[in-house]
T-cell receptor
Framework: SQKIEQNSEALNIQEGKTATLTCNYT??????LQWYRQDPGRGPVFLLL?????KEKRKERLKVTFDTTLKQSLFHITASQPADSATYLCALDYTGRRALTFGSGTRLQVQP | DVKVTQSSRYLVKRTGEKVFLECVQD?????MFWYRQDPGLGLRLIYFSYDVKMKEKGDIPEGYSVSREKKERFSLILESASTNQTSMYLC???????????FGPGTRLLVL
């Protein structure tokens, strides 16, 4: 069966440092992978999408890499701020029909 | 801006009750989705729909049904609520030419 693994332990970092979150997946070669941010009590918000033929994608302080050989995506937040504290979810479309399978998320805490 | 609204933020129901969760989007999106989110398990897809009167089972459809009579509205129905359906329910929508999903704020359902 398909599986997405994210580090379930919270990641605590100091303000100004780079946060790196990992998403590993199995049993599939997805055409794309997405990252979402979720704040407590709210719905996820889309951040970035990276396609299988893209090695890296950037948006402001965010960077995503996609290694289809390792079946892994890394999500980086540079110059992190306390406002970046949230849970970050990765998601794949295993069906090919845009119905997403989500990882359980990694909670990031940025300390001032 | 895309807006996805859900009928209730919090809901308390009794075991055996029939429960309706409503979701409305205002961007004429074809695709709509229902997920539930539980601690440690992430978001799990219950049902999705690609058009009016069309529905597809997700990963955990048991105990649920859906209705899509109008393009903007996608309803999740718990025919006979049980305590193991206590959860956060999230609705999402996406346009046909995009993989991104736009989420509502969620409904936290407690079944007693």
């Amino acid at each position: 069966s398909q599986k997405i693994e994210q580090n379930s332990e919270a990641l605590n970092i100091q303000e100004g440092k780079t946060a790196t979150l990992t998403c590993n997946y199995t049993n599939y070669s997805p055409a794309y992978l997405q990252w979402y941010r979720q704040d407590p009590g709210r719905g996820p918000v889309f951040l970035l999408l990276i396609r299988e033929n893209e090695k890296e994608k950037r948006k402001e302080r965010l960077k995503v890499t996609f290694d289809t050989t390792l079946k892994q995506s890394l999500f980086h937040i540079t110059a992190s701020q306390p406002a970046d504290s949230a849970t970050y979810l990765c998601a794949l479309d295993y069906t090919g029909r845009r119905a997403l399978t989500f990882g359980s998320g990694t909670r990031l805490q940025v300390q001032p | 801006d895309v807006k996805v609204t859900q009928s209730s933020r919090y809901l308390v129901k009794r075991t055996g009750e029939k429960v309706f969760l409503e979701c409305v989007q205002d961007m004429d999106h074809e695709n709509m989705f229902w997920y539930r989110q539980d601690p440690g398990l992430g978001l799990r897809l219950i049902y999705f729909s690609y058009d009016v009167k069309m529905k597809e089972k997700g990963d955990i459809p048991e105990g649920y049904s859906v209705s899509r009579e109008k393009k903007e509205r996608f309803s999740l129905i718990l025919e006979s609520a049980s305590t193991n359906q206590t959860s956060m329910y999230l609705c999402a929508s996406s346009p046909p030419n995009q993989e991104t999903q736009y989420f509502g704020p969620g409904t936290r359902l407690l079944v007693l």
